[in-house]
């Protein structure tokens, strides 16, 4: 059963993690809270739950973010760096 409460607190805290040193995970965390349930796909949930388990260095954390959004066919205009 999904846990709605432990998803919002993971990504919570994972954009806190990131907000300074890879502004685009913190993005790309608000985005999926502010996603309806409908919208957030398994892949985000994979996504998340590796962050989740390991810290990423900050510029491979983005890059990751990017290449996600790029392989949904989510545009990535206006994130730096790509």
């Known amino acids: 059963m999904f846990d709605r409460d432990k998803f919002e607190e ?7 993690h990131y907000e300074d040193s890879a502004p685009t995970v913190s993005n790309f965390c608000n985005e999926i809270f502010g996603m309806r ?7 985000d949930l994979v996504l998340l739950q590796q962050f989740s388990e390991e810290k990423f260095e900050p510029n491979l954390a983005a ?3 990017y290449h996600h959004q790029e392989s949904l066919g989510r545009s990535t205009v206006g994130h730096i760096g790509f």
């Open 10 to 16: 993971t990504l919570s805290e994972l954009a806190n």
């Open 63 to 65: 890059n990751m973010i």
């Open 37 to 43: 349930d409908s919208l957030v796909t398994l892949q």
